[in-house]
């Protein structure tokens, strides 16, 4: 239109379905009295010569906030927008993508479980924030074999990480002892610590129980000669013949053990080291 100079000129700019509007061009050296190049309606003053002013419009473009993550921004329609979930803390992983208000996104080359993924714009505002969970603790089963032994310990369920082995819980088989557990073929004390990361069998380990010896030697009781000490005897020990000189005018009747009198060629049950006297 044609405006007399000083005159307040109103500009509106037509914006097509789907589009949006940028800046008027053309309005260097113009005095906006409301609004200004950016707003899609103004006013300015007229100059003293011919003004040509453009809309300038181009695709609508909306704004995506992303909250615990990167990728905030204006995109337009249709768009591919790239959002990055942050680290997670210690002991967290990355859950999934909340959008919010309800919308429902299409995701590309990726889906909402993905820390990094591609959604296409949709022609409004998006907000979407990272969600986090605690990291599943994975738990283990720590089994008891007897190896041979006799009786059961109970699983242990529910392990992860260190664990104490426990004292033995079996009846070892006839001349054994128990020696230590199994763990991998690595011997391992009652008490030991082990790490759990799997599924566990615990085996026992036996030992042939020690034989436990004693000295049996012998007193002359006033008799003299020497009789060598018998060493080594354990459990069951036959009395031999008398091997010292008797006192004058006696002879050997017997042996005493425990102050017991036992003949030669009895029988006694050493149990401890022991004195047999004439």
Same mark, same amino acid.
């Not at 003053?45 to 990728?71: K, L």
């Not at 190896?147 to 082995?165: F, H, Q």
């Given at each position: 239109?044609?405006?007399?100079?000083?005159?307040?000129?109103?500009?509106?700019?037509?914006?097509?379905?789907?589009?949006?509007?940028?800046?008027?061009?053309?309005?260097?050296?113009?005095?906006?009295?409301?609004?200004?190049?950016?707003?899609?309606?103004?006013?300015?003053?007229?100059?003293?010569?011919?003004?040509?002013?453009?809309?300038?419009?181009?695709?609508?473009?909306?704004?995506?906030?992303?909250?615990?993550?990167?990728?905030?921004?204006?995109?337009?329609?249709?768009?591919?927008?790239?959002?990055?979930?942050?680290?997670?803390?210690?002991?967290?992983?990355?859950?999934?993508?909340?959008?919010?208000?309800?919308?429902?996104?299409?995701?590309?080359?990726?889906?909402?479980?993905?820390?990094?993924?591609?959604?296409?714009?949709?022609?409004?505002?998006?907000?979407?924030?990272?969600?986090?969970?605690?990291?599943? @603790?994975? *738990?283990?089963?720590? /089994?008891? %074999? $007897?190896? +041979?032994? #006799? =009786?059961?310990? &109970? !699983?242990?369920?529910?392990?992860?990480?260190?664990?104490?082995?426990?004292?033995?819980?079996?009846?070892?088989?006839?001349?054994?002892?128990?020696?230590?557990?199994?763990?991998?073929?690595?011997?391992?004390?009652?008490?030991?610590?082990?790490?759990?990361?799997?599924?566990?069998?615990?085996?026992?380990?036996?030992?042939?129980?020690? @034989?436990? *010896?004693?000295?049996? /030697?012998? %007193? $002359?009781? +006033?008799? #003299? =000669?020497?009789? &060598? !000490?018998?060493?080594?005897?354990?459990?069951?020990?036959?009395?031999?013949?008398?091997?010292?000189?008797?006192?004058?005018?006696?002879?050997?009747?017997?042996?005493?053990?425990?102050?017991?009198?036992?003949?030669?060629?009895?029988?006694?049950?050493?149990?401890?080291?022991?004195?047999?006297?004439?």
């Amino acid at each position: 239109g044609e405006y007399i100079a000083g005159e307040e000129v109103s500009i509106s700019a037509f914006v097509s379905t789907g589009m949006q509007f940028k800046e008027w061009q053309g309005t260097d050296g113009l005095t906006f009295t409301s609004g200004d190049k950016n707003s899609q309606t103004a006013t300015f003053t007229m100059p003293a010569h011919d003004v040509t002013v453009t809309a300038v419009t181009g695709p609508a473009e909306y704004y995506v906030s992303v909250s615990g993550g990167s990728g905030t921004g204006m995109y337009e329609a249709g768009a591919t927008v790239t959002i990055v979930a942050d680290p997670p803390e210690a002991g967290k992983q990355f859950k999934e993508w909340s959008v919010g208000d309800g919308k429902v996104l299409r995701f590309t080359e990726s889906d909402i479980t993905s820390s990094t993924a591609k959604f296409v714009m949709p022609g409004e505002a998006v907000r979407i924030s990272a969600t986090y969970e605690d990291i599943p @603790v994975t *738990t283990y089963t720590v /089994s008891f %074999d $007897a190896n +041979g032994g #006799t =009786g059961t310990m &109970a !699983d242990v369920t529910g392990i992860s990480g260190e664990y104490t082995l426990p004292e033995n819980g079996f009846t070892a088989p006839d001349g054994k002892q128990f020696k230590a557990w199994s763990v991998g073929g690595s011997e391992k004390a009652v008490g030991d610590k082990i790490t759990v990361t799997a599924n566990t069998t615990v085996t026992a380990v036996w030992e042939n129980i020690p @034989v436990v *010896t004693y000295t049996v /030697s012998f %007193d $002359a009781n +006033g008799g #003299t =000669g020497t009789m &060598a !000490d018998v060493t080594g005897v354990s459990g069951e020990y036959t009395l031999p013949a008398n091997g010292f000189t008797a006192p004058s005018g006696k002879q050997f009747k017997a042996w005493s053990v425990g102050g017991v009198e036992k003949a030669v060629g009895d029988k006694i049950t050493v149990t401890a080291n022991t004195t047999v006297t004439a």
